[in-house]
């Protein structure tokens, strides 16, 4: 049976890996991004480069996006070169780009007049869970359309799960996003509390992320910033985006969170020093 064709928008950090996998899985593949340099060992394993957004949605299936900000996401799919223009009747949109909720229930809408379903479908695991295929997906939109694009997910992840209407898959990534802004400053005072107290921050890691205490933060993120290794997995600049998004719907909901201001706070400063591009484990820079 012949396979679906994918229009993949933005290999970065994280969507070459997923695109690859799809290739690799024999998919045909349309690419695009908008530095087209880092599309190209795509296109040298057989996938096929497209100038625009649009041009890539034409004729295909499936599309699958992973861009940076909210902004990206509404100019991409919407106006008159939108993907949701392009996409025939019957085809799906997916955006995995952490966005949102609000603007996925929107491109959702706007998508089912012209009988074309829109799934947000953000993603958990950062650039090493891309690069195994072990992302943890969660998808909001049609469930009729999540059941199609199941097989596409779970070439990708893990972890696929159906969270509920359009808008679903982000909230569920802001619920992702708090947490882990939370736990990271956790990690950042308790590794400064061993360094203080004169014991070894490795060792003290080895001991507690065994333990109660243990995330995926701190087996992976703590690591590589007391080894100095600040390269991004996930950009900083792109969880300060995430957790903006997620006060943003938080205050709508009347929902208070002093934690996660107290992070932004914290990753704002950051930027200000001019870590933007570092991962988010340069969060550890203010703590030792």
């Not at 096929?48 to 940076?68: H, N």
């Amino acid at each position: 049976m012949k396979k679906e064709r994918i229009a993949f928008i933005g290999t970065g950090v994280m969507g070459a890996s997923m695109a690859g996998h799809l290739l690799a899985a024999g998919y045909s593949l349309n690419v695009y991004n908008r530095t087209r340099e880092k599309a190209d060992k795509l296109v040298a394993a057989g996938a096929v480069w497209k100038d625009s957004p649009y041009e890539a949605a034409q004729g295909a299936d499936f599309v699958i996006t992973i861009l940076g900000y909210p902004s990206d996401v509404e100019s991409v799919y919407l106006g008159e070169h939108g993907i949701i223009s392009a996409l025939s009747e019957g085809g799906i949109a997916i955006d995995m780009t952490t966005s949102s909720p609000l603007l996925a229930a929107r491109i959702a809408e706007i998508g089912s007049r012209r009988q074309v379903s829109v799934l947000d479908a953000p993603v958990s695991g950062g650039d090493i869970g891309a690069r195994e295929a072990r992302l943890s997906i969660m998808v909001g939109g049609e469930k009729a359309a999540f059941e199609k694009a199941l097989p596409l997910f779970e070439i990708m992840g893990k972890n696929v799960v159906y969270q509920g209407p359009s808008g679903s898959g982000q909230h569920t990534k802001m619920c992702n996003q708090i947490a882990i802004a939370g736990g990271m400053v956790a990690i950042g005072e308790a590794l400064a509390y061993a360094k203080k107290s004169g014991l070894s921050a490795e060792s003290v890691l080895q001991s507690i992320s065994a333990g109660a205490a243990g995330s995926w933060s701190m087996s992976h993120l703590a690591p590589r910033a007391l080894g100095g290794d600040f390269s991004a997995g996930f950009y900083v600049k792109h969880f300060l985006k995430d957790m903006k998004i997620a006060i943003e719907s938080a205050e709508e909901m009347e929902l208070e969170l002093p934690g996660l201001e107290l992070a932004k706070s914290l990753f704002e400063k950051l930027v200000e020093d001019g870590h933007g591009d570092d991962g988010t484990q340069a969060l550890f820079r203010l703590y030792f």
